[in-house]
């Protein structure tokens, strides 16, 4: 299984973006998908993840309603849409497959490459 993140980038205080994670394989939605960020100087934490179907979801607290999560299984591929980005969001964001539907690190089998974030003030 290969991941596959884009869509980041440079965005000002308050904007939005869409990340992507393609996954490879056939078997995509028999994984549970994360996505996870580490900002400098800081470890690596979770931020979302979704279950096998897209229908149970869950985030981590500091996300306050700003960022979604979802999946398209026709396309092998997981979203994160944020919004009301701050400067506090600024990391590298993984995504990750897993067959647990958890929040822990180590519960995620395979990881992609990462795609940075970057939001100015």
């Known amino acids: 299984v290969q991941l596959q993140a884009s869509g980041g980038g440079l965005v000002q205080a308050g904007g939005s973006l869409r990340l992507s994670c393609a996954v490879s394989?056939?078997?995509?939605?028999?994984?549970?998908m994360g996505w996870f960020r580490r900002a400098p100087g800081k470890e690596r934490e979770f931020v979302a993840v979704?279950?096998?179907?897209?229908?149970?979801?869950d985030y981590a607290e500091f996300m306050k309603g700003r960022f979604t999560v979802s999946r398209d299984n026709a396309k092998n591929t997981v979203y994160l849409q944020m919004s009301s980005l701050e400067p506090e969001d600024t990391a590298v964001y993984y995504c990750?497959?897993?067959?647990?539907?958890?929040?822990?690190?180590?519960?995620?089998?395979?990881w992609g490459q990462g795609t940075l974030v970057t939001v100015s003030s």
């Open positions: 979704v279950s096998w179907s897209g229908t149970h979801t």
């Open positions: 394989g056939r078997t995509f939605s028999s994984y549970v």
């Open positions: 990750a497959a897993g067959t647990q539907f958890s929040s822990r690190e180590c519960l995620f089998d395979f």
